[in-house]
């Protein structure tokens, strides 16, 4: 895998309505499942959401939206008190690319919101599950698989985003994709072709490697 392809990936943020076939699915799946795991357990189990399923997964989140039902993660959220200077200055430079992308709104602009109640206009989401009560460990894992198959999906011209706005209802996912009750969603992963929208162009930095590393010797 070239290094290109670490830089092509970017969260893609509205997709156009072009199916991603079965055929490719499984092989971007195939390519994910060599990721590392804890004794080579592979935790990970994909749902993948296509066609009708998904339409009413996005009706449903509508719905769920409109109701104000509070949002709902089978895994805990990052939470403020624990983050550091330096990942709070990211989040604030990260809010910059976005307006700079979006104009003042930023992700206030109607057009993003539409866009994630419509779970990106995505046709195909993967929902990576782990066994309920899943170690950090696994989550590890699951991380590792879902880079994986981002990294993969990009090698394909399909793009990617992984997102908290795909996973708010567990209850919703679990009914339409038949999840077992001894599973719970990690994350959810929108596949797709990039369609022309502004959403797409946000284009975020990364910070000076010599605020993320140490070389003791
Ligand atoms: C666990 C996770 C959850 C995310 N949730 C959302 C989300 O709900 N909405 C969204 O627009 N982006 C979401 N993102 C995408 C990040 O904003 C994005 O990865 C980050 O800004 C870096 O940009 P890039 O992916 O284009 O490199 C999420 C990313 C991760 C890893």
């Not at 990690?186 to 930095?205: E, R, W």
Request: proline content about 5%; hydrophobic content about 35%; charged content about 30%.
């Amino acid at each position: 895998m070239g290094k290109n392809l670490i830089y092509k990936r970017r969260s893609i943020r509205s997709f156009d309505d072009e199916e991603v076939s079965d055929s490719l699915i499984e092989e971007i799946i195939k390519d994910a499942s060599h990721a590392p795991s804890w004794q080579n357990a592979q935790p990970w189990h994909v749902y993948v959401a296509k066609d009708g399923v998904l339409d009413r997964i996005k009706a449903e989140y509508k719905n769920a939206k409109k109701n104000n039902l509070p949002s709902n993660t089978d895994i805990t959220t990052p939470h403020r008190d624990n983050r550091s200077d330096l990942s709070m200055k990211n989040i604030e430079e990260w809010g910059d690319s976005v307006k700079e992308a979006l104009g003042d709104q930023g992700t206030d602009l109607p057009e993003f919101q539409e866009a994630r109640a419509d779970l990106f206009h995505a046709p195909a989401v993967a929902y990576l599950t782990a066994k309920k009560n899943a170690s950090e460990f696994t989550i590890y894992d699951i991380g590792s698989f879902g880079q994986t198959l981002m990294l993969s999906a990009t090698s394909w011209g399909i793009g990617t985003i992984p997102a908290y706005a795909l996973v708010t209802y567990p209850d919703i996912l679990k009914k339409e994709l038949l999840i077992p009750d001894d599973e719970e969603v990690v994350i959810g992963i929108a596949m797709g072709y990039p369609d022309d929208s502004k959403l797409n162009c946000i284009k975020t930095t990364r910070t000076d490697v010599d605020n993320i590393l140490d070389i003791r010797k």
